[in-house]
Each structure stands twice: as structure tokens, then as C-alpha cells.
């Protein structure tokens, strides 16, 4: 069956330093991979969107990276800042109508 | 515009009342789904649809019932409350290829 694995553990990152997410999925052929962040007690806001003949994608501070030999998305926050502090979800879509999400990886950036 | 628009915010029930969960979108997304999302946990995938008149189920469809018979609408119904459904719900729509929109969500407590 289709997974999507993201690190459940919180990820606890000094202010300035650059944080790391990973994304791993089996048994998809995703077209584009989408990252969201999630503020508690709010819903989802997308962030950036990769399409699978695309290596990297920025926006500002945020870098994301596609493999789909590794099947694999990383997405990098650099110079963090304790604004950048909350759950971030990844959602590999394939093709067909259905958008679901990993499990989200916390990430705390302390002053 | 208001994009996605959830009601209510919040709600109690009783094991075994129903009720409908109401979402509404005003950018002309033929793509609407229903997540549910438990604490310290991503979203699952509840029902969705691709237009009006035709849905398919999710991940974790016991228990609901949805309906599209606008674009701009698409209730879940909960037929009898469990403990089990007490959860956060989220609505969101879409448009081929890009980013998804989500209402800002029910909070919804079976006792």
C-alpha cells in the first residue's frame, strides 16, 4: 500500500542554523511533491510545490529537493528563525484525484 | 474572497446523534476533501470529490457520508457519533496541480 514517512520526531534547531525535513514514500509515482506548514489549532498552508522533472525548488528561505530514484523530498529551512516554528507536512500526489499527507515533522527553532 | 469557509468551529455531541459538518469554497475548485486529524497526527483522508456529483472514499471512511451537489459545497455527514470520531476535521479544495486550501477546521468532541 501506499506510505508516506516523515520524521515524528520533533526537530529542536538553534535560531541561524539551517533545518533539514525528510520525506520518503513507497509504492507512489507522484507528479508533484507539496510541502505545507501547520500552526497549532489552524489548517495546513502550502508552502512550495515540486514537479517530478525538477530537482530543486526555492522560495525565500526554503529550499526543497525531489528524487524519485531515492523517492525522496527534503525540504531545507536556512538562517531559521523562531517564527519558522511549527509541524511541516509533505504530500507526494500521483496521478488521480486523491491528496494525502505524511504524518508532518514538529520543529522547534529556539533563540 | 473568502476561500474555504468550515462551520462550526466547534462542536459536542452525544454517542449516537448526527450531524453534518458543513464546507463551502468560493474559488471554483472541482477538487473538495475531508481530513480528519488526531492529536500529534497527520491528516487522514475522510472522502473526496472531483465535481459535483461524484465522490470517492478515503483512507477512514466508516462512519461518514458526504454529498456534492454543488461545486461550491461538499457536508460530512457523521450518521451516529462514536467516541472514535472525536477529532479536529478539516475541509480543503483544489485545483488541478496546485496548492490545496483548507477551511480553518471543526473541532469535534463525542461524549
Known amino acids: 500500500s501506499q506510505k508516506i514517512e516523515q520524521n515524528s520526531e520533533a526537530l529542536n534547531i538553534q535560531e541561524g542554523k539551517t533545518a533539514t525535513l525528510t520525506c520518503n514514500y513507497t509504492?507512489?509515482?507522484?507528479?508533484?511533491l507539496q510541502w505545507y506548514r501547520q500552526d497549532p489549532g489552524r489548517g495546513p498552508v502550502f508552502l512550495l510545490l515540486?514537479?517530478?522533472?525538477?530537482k530543486e525548488k526555492r522560495k525565500e528561505r526554503l529550499k526543497v529537493t525531489f528524487d524519485t530514484t531515492l523517492k525522496q523530498s527534503l525540504f531545507h529551512i536556512t538562517a531559521s528563525q523562531p517564527a519558522d516554528s511549527a509541524t511541516y507536512l509533505c504530500a507526494p500526489k500521483a496521478a488521480g484525484n486523491k491528496l494525502t499527507f505524511g504524518g508532518g515533522t514538529r520543529v522547534l527553532v529556539k533563540p | 474572497n473568502a476561500g474555504v469557509t468550515q462551520t462550526p468551529k466547534f462542536q459536542v455531541l452525544k454517542t449516537g446523534q448526527s450531524m453534518t459538518l458543513q464546507c463551502a469554497q468560493d474559488?471554483?475548485?472541482?477538487?473538495m476533501s475531508w481530513y480528519r486529524q488526531d492529536p500529534g497526527m497527520g491528516l487522514r483522508l475522510i472522502h473526496y470529490s472531483v465535481g459535483a456529483g461524484i465522490t470517492d472514499q478515503g483512507e477512514v471512511p466508516n462512519g461518514y457520508n458526504v454529498s456534492r451537489s454543488t461545486t461550491e459545497d461538499f457536508p460530512l455527514r457523521l450518521l451516529s457519533a462514536a467516541p472514535s470520531q472525536t477529532s479536529v476535521y478539516f475541509c480543503?479544495?483544489?485545483?488541478?496541480?496546485?496548492?490545496?486550501?483548507f477551511g480553518q477546521g471543526t473541532r469535534l468532541t463525542v461524549v
Open positions: 480543503a479544495s483544489t485545483s488541478a496541480a496546485t496548492e490545496a486550501f
Open positions: 474559488m471554483n475548485h472541482e477538487y
Open positions: 509504492n507512489y509515482s507522484p507528479a508533484y
Open positions: 515540486i514537479r517530478e522533472n525538477e
